[in-house]
């Protein structure tokens, strides 16, 4: 089994900066892509980024791309999520995935982080 462990969210203003850490354990071998979600009050789970593990291929969805950019330390088992030029409308539970494929369907993600708070308000 993984288990993941997410940390770096907060409160920050319009404008500012964030990144989010995802900290990978167990079985690691079995992961093909980590992804990011975020879930708003009242809304579902949506997509946000992802990167595969072996090549570091990436995707963003179209609302973050260009401010948004997630990475990889395969060395620290740890993907990060930078954020830049953080929007009211960014403020959400930031969740850390793995999947055994690569994928943006939140379905295919079968192990998932606790969640940690990004809130973006003056």
């Known amino acids: 089994q993984v288990q993941l462990v997410e940390s770096g969210g907060g409160l920050v203003q319009p404008g500012g900066s964030l990144r989010l850490s995802c900290a990978a354990s167990?079985?690691?071998?079995?992961?093909?892509?980590m992804g990011w979600f975020r879930q708003a009050p009242g809304k579902e789970r949506e997509f946000v980024a992802i990167?595969?593990?072996?090549?570091?291929?990436?995707y963003y969805a179209d609302s973050v791309k260009g401010r948004f950019t997630i990475s990889r330390d395969n060395t620290k088992n740890t993907n990060y999520l930078q954020m830049n030029s953080l929007k009211p409308e960014d403020t959400a539970v930031y969740y850390c995935?793995?999947?055994?494929?690569?994928?943006?369907?939140?379905?295919?993600?079968?192990?998932w982080g606790q969640g940690t708070q990004v809130t973006v308000s003056s």
């Open positions: 995935a793995a999947a055994g494929k690569y994928s943006v369907r939140r379905d295919d993600y079968g192990t």
């Open positions: 167990g079985s690691i071998f079995s992961i093909n892509t």
């Open positions: 990167i595969s593990r072996s090549y570091g291929t990436t």
